[in-house]
């Protein structure tokens, strides 16, 4: 049966990471705006405060880890509150020394390993929308052990840096999601996931794309009845079954169509449609682009 986290994992391609050290000492906070990019970070010693835009504050304590997959604005700081210093995200992320706020000399309250890495699928952005806005995983030494050595690696110049890079961010963003599936996740596929039921659909769905799905066919391989099947699978997922069902294919289509050997009609098949006119039409409708244009502007070299 198919997996789905790790085919979503694969499609957004994690790639370009970076990291570095993170400290804090007496009175400080910092405020960073909106940046977009997915960034993590362990906290190697101390703690400090977190607040996410949108999100109730967190006290990051020693063994503590950290992901935002799309990072909103967000603030840190000591546990003493001041105000905080405004700082450009994409400046500071450029900046490759290890950053101190507050007090600069003597010993630090707060260490940490932080860093950002970018996502090469062009549909990003839909795939994200299934994670949590922050996963946040206590007293974890697995990835603790993982950011130090996207730490290191980003520090190296040894052969296939790039590629080391990539996969070691692909089990960190596994292992963060995994640590954070549960009934209690917040809706998304995670939770989906942890649903016994609602999973079975999900992994049929993600097993075979192009079938002629309907929500009754889901909810039979569920055990469900249609209605109960539906208001579920919407509760947990935070999408309906057949808007989740499109957002999957047309992710497949994306990933498909930026290849250099392969025909409009076979990625017409392979997700579900009869005819390359058909799938035209709902990708140019769903995207905003016909598939041919955004095969000539994303396609791999």
Not at 132 to 160: M, Y
Not at 214 to 238: H, P, Y
Not at 258 to 264: E, F, G, T, V
Request: proline share 5%; with cysteine; hydrophobic share 45%.
């Amino acid at each position: 049966m198919a997996d789905p986290l790790t085919e979503v994992i694969s499609l957004l391609q994690p790639r370009a990471v970076f990291s570095k050290g993170i400290s804090g000492a007496g009175l400080w906070a910092v405020r960073y705006a909106d940046f977009g990019r997915p960034s993590f970070c362990t906290v190697l010693a101390g703690s400090c405060l977190l607040a996410v835009d949108g999100q109730a504050q967190i006290t990051l304590r020693a063994g503590d880890f950290i992901l935002l997959p799309a990072t909103p604005g967000f603030t840190m700081s000591g546990l003493e509150a001041t105000t905080p210093e405004l700082i450009d995200a994409t400046t500071a992320a450029l900046a490759n020394e290890e950053v101190r706020h507050g007090r600069l000399d003597g010993p630090a309250d707060v260490r940490l390993l932080g860093g950002y890495f970018e996502f090469g699928s062009p549909d990003a952005g839909l795939l994200v929308s299934l994670m949590p806005a922050v996963i946040h995983v206590c007293d974890t030494k697995r990835l603790t052990v993982l950011v130090d050595l996207v730490n290191d690696e980003c520090n190296s110049k040894r052969a296939g840096h790039d590629l080391v890079l990539s996969r070691l961010v692909e089990v960190l963003l596994i292992e963060a999601l995994r640590a954070t599936s549960g009934n209690d996740a917040p809706p998304g596929l995670l939770r989906g996931l942890a649903d016994e039921r609602i999973a079975l659909a999900i992994r049929e769905i993600h097993r075979d794309p192009a079938r002629s799905w309907t929500v009754a066919a889901m909810a039979k391989i569920s055990a469900l009845s249609r209605t109960t099947f539906f208001e579920r699978f919407a509760r947990t997922i935070g999408v309906l079954p057949m808007e989740y069902l499109l957002t999957w294919r047309m992710a497949i289509a994306k990933s498909l169509l930026r290849q250099l050997d392969i025909s409009l009609a076979e990625v017409a098949q392979r997700v579900g449609y009869n005819s390359a006119s058909a799938f035209s039409t709902a990708f140019s409708r769903y995207v905003g682009q016909t598939p041919g244009r955004f095969a000539r502007e994303n396609r791999l070299s």
